[in-house]
């Protein structure tokens, strides 16, 4: 059932391509999205050098990629999906982003990856129809905090 | 779902992935982790509100709970400390969560507790939305804008709207503990589609005067009794642009103010009277609306 697993090639083979690396940083929630030519395309994760993870999220590759590899088998084990043939419909994609949990002091605590859907690949009507979003009512809290002071 | 970046099945490498579950950002997402949520509290014992998707109650009798879910944020009361504790622990059997404490810090507000009750406050959150224009040096003042001089007029219009469209929008949140500018915001937000460059210099004074209030915030205080009090107010064709009234109502529940809307109202009126009524009305309206709740939460009104 489970007959896929993270391949990923152990040589520096690749830290000579010319590609482009950027990753751009989320202000509001902290997150980095790597836009790594090496993590788009190929059926391998060749080793980034080290100097580009420090320098672009502040994560040292080897995390990034255990971290990714804990992940991984989290979702595959959770049974998230199978692998199927290329079928004729939207096909959405994901990404890896990452982010260092820190504490109070400055000190890290610990390192995430998460795999991100690209939802804005998604095609509505195809893939969705309506959307659902909780949104708080403004009374709701200050009736609960209210009567939770009131009552001790 | 494409294959993972980075970890492509080699001997299959034109295969995709067939999701089973939800991922995130997927938009199915949310509706699913609510789903999931919902019907482990439900299972559990706990009766969802009719009137609010968030908010879920249990009782048994003498002992009352309620939880709040926002996404991953859970507020929890109740009124027996040690089977609130029990709950965290059958809670977190099914959820992976962390127990934070006391609450502190929810939905980017501040709650502190004072010997009268809880302060709420978004001192952060202002300073976040200084920090965002590159005003927190500016010159706190006392006084906001007069509402009523935020108006059309003929002026060049604002060179950055999404900007405009993005600090109204982090105002408008701020609205939550800060009644003072709610009515100034409200006015505001009327010209979001077409800002002109005096819309923006009063936002910058919006901000100059959040800049001195950034601790100001809401007191709940402990109440006597539980009553419902609404009082409405109205400007009979306030607005110089389309002569429509501004009217607005508070609600109190015991002593501390619940709901509020100050603004323009929707339609115009032929006489003071008329404005009057229709102010009642809505608040009329919301007192109903807030008597459901309160019957949900399991609370009699005196």
Redo the contacts between chains.
């Keep these: 059932m489970f007959t896929f697993f993270p391949c990923i090639a152990t040589s520096s083979q690749s830290t000579s391509h010319g590609s482009s690396t950027t990753a751009t940083k989320d202000s509001q929630s902290g997150w980095f999205r790597c836009h790594c030519h090496y993590l788009r395309s190929g059926t391998t994760l060749p080793l980034l050098n080290l100097y580009h993870s420090l320098l672009l999220t502040g994560m040292p590759f080897g995390m990034m990629l255990c971290m990714m590899r804990s992940r991984l088998s989290i979702l595959i084990t959770l049974g998230l999906w199978f692998l199927n043939f290329h079928p004729s419909m939207n096909v959405v994609s994901s990404r890896w982003v990452y982010r260092i949990k820190r504490r109070v002091d400055g000190s890290i605590e610990r390192y995430k990856a998460c795999l991100i859907a690209r939802g804005f690949t998604q095609q509505e009507d195809n893939d969705y129809s309506e959307t659902f979003r909780l949104v708080i009512k403004q009374f709701t809290i200050q009736l609960v905090f209210s009567i939770a002071v009131s009552r001790n | ?10 001997t ?10 939800s ?9 699913a982790w ?1 789903t999931h949520m919902s019907d482990f509290l439900l299972s559990i014992g706990f009766l969802a509100s009719k009137v ?4 879920f109650i249990l009782s048994n009798g003498t002992n009352i709970f ?1 939880l ?4 991953n944020d859970i ?1 929890l ?1 109740g ?1 027996n400390s040690a089977m609130l504790y029990r709950l965290i622990q059958l809670l977190s059997f099914e959820l992976k969560l962390r127990d934070l404490g006391a609450v502190h810090y ?2 980017g ?1 501040e ?1 502190q507790s004072t010997g009268m ?2 302060m ?1 406050h978004q001192h952060k959150y202002i300073l976040n939305i200084l920090t965002r224009v590159g005003m927190t040096s500016c010159k706190p003042v006392d006084t906001l804008v007069s509402p009523l001089k935020i108006t059309i007029l003929p002026d060049t219009s604002f060179s950055d709207p999404t900007r405009f469209r993005q600090i109204v929008g982090a105002l408008q949140y701020l609205t ?1 503990t800060h009644l003072d500018i709610c009515f100034v915001v409200n006015r505001v937000c009327q010209f979001m589609h077409a800002p002109i460059d005096s819309h923006w210099a009063t936002i910058k004074h919006i901000l100059c005067y959040l800049n001195g209030t950034t601790s100001y915030g ?1 007191h ?4 006597s009794s ?1 009553a419902l009090h609404g009082f409405t107010n109205v400007d009979w064709a306030g607005s110089i642009d389309d002569r429509k009234s501004t009217g607005g109502y508070l ?1 109190f ?2 002593q ?4 509020w809307k100050f603004g323009k109202q929707r339609m115009v009126a032929r006489s003071s009277t008329e404005a009057e009524y229709t102010a009642l009305a809505d608040d009329t309206a919301k007192v109903i609306w ?1 008597q459901y ?2 019957i949900d ?1 399991q ?1 009699t009104l005196v």
């Excluded at chain 2, 779902?1 to 080699?10: E, I, L, R, W, Y």
């Excluded at chain 2, 609010?52 to 908010?55: E, N």
């Design positions: 779902m494409k294959q993972p970046p980075g970890f492509v099945d080699s299959l490498p034109s295969h995709v992935c067939k999701l089973h579950k991922l995130y950002v997927l938009k199915q997402a949310l509706r609510y609010d998707t968030f908010l309620y709040l879910v926002c996404v507020l009361t009124s929810f939905l507000i709650v009750g809880l709420l939550f809401f709940i205080t402990r109440g539980f609600v529940f015991s501390t103010p619940i709901s807030l709740f309160l939460l609370v």
